[in-house]
């Protein structure tokens, strides 16, 4: 790693726990497939993996990264290990970590039934405007994961109230392009890990560790050569807002829609150019679900801002705390982006008073 980088040995840490983590995911979710298991019918495959990659994170960070005390603020609680029946979800977390971290090789450790309960435990930090805090998405894009599509293991860090770093572990997308999805001749590696610290840049390498290259997002500065981003889920954005953002802007491509902050990594290398998120109202966003893919983006040139056009503020606990929805895009088409976004919100809500 580059000298000057003042968080390296966390970069160093960051890195190597979400690789560790996508491991044990990517052993549940070619189970899922095998089995042909579906979200529907049964969720346990889905919670195991939350549980194990989230308990590997943090057992890995509390390893290798030994400077202050140690708080995490990830998304899983213990709640479902409490349910009637979860004895035996108990077991194959134990079992399936276990497996993981033996094949790893990195660490000889075994972890006992009560030794996962209190791992998990670890994640329920706050977080804050003080002090250091890990912040963890075990696995972003859970329905993308069920489904065999898209998912993110995102790893940031919290530094007085501000994102420092930020890694997002994307096992199934490709290394270079999200252009190369379908799995074309191109011959694409799948498995990308994105990483940033402030002031220093982003980058990407491979998941099984070929030499980062530093990225950035596109230079592209007019809206009609531009393509945009969202969620898959039309549940967690509004798709017919997003249609009339891009209208207003003049975008001539289809959305782009796929599960996971792997969205901020391929905006960040300039997959596309914009990435437009607007949750249902009453939606409350989690800091877990944007930290790490946030500086990804800012450190590769982008900015990343509510639709307001305010910085996302991660200092305010596990919550974020901002007006309607998340834009980012690069600094040529953010002006014209934010335009647009607020005109079709005026619009919308127009709308909705005359009904
Ligand atoms: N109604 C809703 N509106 C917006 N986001 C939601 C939502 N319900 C869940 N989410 C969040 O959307 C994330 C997935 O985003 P995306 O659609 O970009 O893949 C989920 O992360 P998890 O999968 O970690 O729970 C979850 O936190
Ligand atoms: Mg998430
Ligand atoms: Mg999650
Ligand atoms: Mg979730």
Redesign the pocket.
């Given at each position: 790693m580059a000298s000057g980088n003042p968080y390296a040995a966390e970069l160093a840490a960051a890195k190597k726990a979400v690789t560790l983590a996508a491991k044990l995911c990517q052993t549940v979710q070619q189970d899922i497939m095998h089995s042909g298991v579906q979200a529907k019918a049964d969720k346990s495959p889905v919670t195991v993996a939350?549980y194990g990659s989230q308990i590997l994170v943090g057992f890995s960070l509390k390893m290798d990264v030994s400077s202050g005390p140690f708080s995490l603020v990830a998304?899983?609680a213990l709640d479902e290990l409490r349910k009637d029946g979860a004895e035996e979800i108990l077991e194959d977390i134990t079992d399936l970590v276990n497996e993981t971290i033996f094949d790893d090789g990195s660490y000889n450790i075994s972890f006992t039934k009560e030794g996962i309960l209190s791992a998990i435990d670890d994640g329920k930090s706050e977080g804050g405007p003080s002090g250091r805090h890990w912040v963890l998405?075990p696995?972003?894009g859970?329905k993308g994961f069920l489904r065999g599509d898209q998912y993110a293991i995102a790893l940031a860090l919290l530094d007085e109230g501000k994102v420092v770093l930020g890694v997002l572990a994307c096992p199934n997308l490709p290394l270079s392009s999200i252009n190369n999805i379908n799995g074309n001749s191109s011959g694409d590696k799948v498995g990308a890990l994105f990483s940033a610290t402030i002031g220093c840049g982003a980058q990407v390498e491979s998941l099984d560790g070929s030499p980062p290259q530093k990225i950035s997002v596109c230079s592209i500065d007019n809206p009609v050569n531009a393509s945009f981003f969202e969620s898959y889920e039309s549940a967690h954005s509004m798709h017919d807002l997003t249609r009339s953002i891009a209208e207003k802007l003049g975008v001539q491509a289809p959305p782009v829609r796929i599960d996971s902050q792997a969205k901020y990594g391929a905006l960040a290398r300039g997959d596309g150019a914009i990435y437009l998120r607007f949750p249902h109202k009453g939606y409350r966003e989690?800091i877990w679900d944007h930290a790490g893919g946030s500086i990804v983006v800012t450190e590769a040139g982008g900015i990343v801002t509510d639709a307001a056009g305010k910085d996302l503020d991660f200092s305010k606990g596990r919550f974020l705390d901002l007006d309607t929805g998340i834009i980012a895009t690069n600094k040529e088409l953010m002006p014209s982006l934010l335009k647009a976004v607020q005109e079709a919100i005026k619009e919308t809500n127009q709308a909705a008073s005359l009904l």
């Open positions: 939350d998304e899983e998405d696995i972003d859970t989690k």
